[in-house]
């Protein structure tokens, strides 16, 4: 069955520290470096984790970085699961980061998840200050194409209540 994949997000230009790759502490570490956003430390929370004090991100930011790792590692069905159970993120937090994020597949979707869930904080974002870019996204092939943001996403998901 096999161990978790442990995700670990690494600034562009910035290297975690090689005994934490070579350690034993993670049998399975997947390290990804990213600029996804434009500030690396937005939404980094200081956490004292077994006597260790360690950097991690907030609930608000990681879901930003699950959905840029969807569909490749994460099902959008999973991510949208997740995603409708955050009720209580931060709204101001969540906006600084959405208008920081440089992806415009991760802001699509996470309005798109956001909007579906009907979630209680939604409403307050102001949209019009967040990068969605032009044209059109496919992240599903076959799929359904949701005008409203632009994505094409897979049927099961679409349709799912």
């Known amino acids: 069955m096999g161990e978790e994949p442990t995700f670990l997000y690494e600034p562009s230009g910035e290297h975690i ?22 500030s690396s430390e937005l939404g980094i929370d200081l956490l004292e984790v077994g006597g260790y004090e360690v950097f991690a991100s907030s609930p608000e930011r990681a879901i930003l970085e699950v959905l840029s790792l969807s569909p490749q590692y994460y099902s959008l069905m999973d991510a ?12 101001n937090l969540l906006q600084e980061l959405l208008e920081m994020s440089r992806s415009v597949k991760v802001n699509r979707l996470f309005l798109y998840f956001a909007d579906k869930a009907q979630l209680p904080w939604f409403r307050r974002l102001n949209v019009s200050k967040i990068n969605l870019g032009k044209g059109k996204r496919a992240l599903a092939n076959p799929g359904v194409y949701v005008e409203k943001y632009q994505i094409t996403v897979p049927q099961e998901l679409y349709d799912y209540e």
């Open 80 to 91: 949208y699961y997740v995603t409708e159970m955050l009720t209580t993120l931060r709204v």
């Open 17 to 38: 520290p090689k005994w934490l790759k070579t350690s034993r502490l993670f049998a399975n570490l997947q390290i990804f470096s990213t600029n996804l956003f434009s």
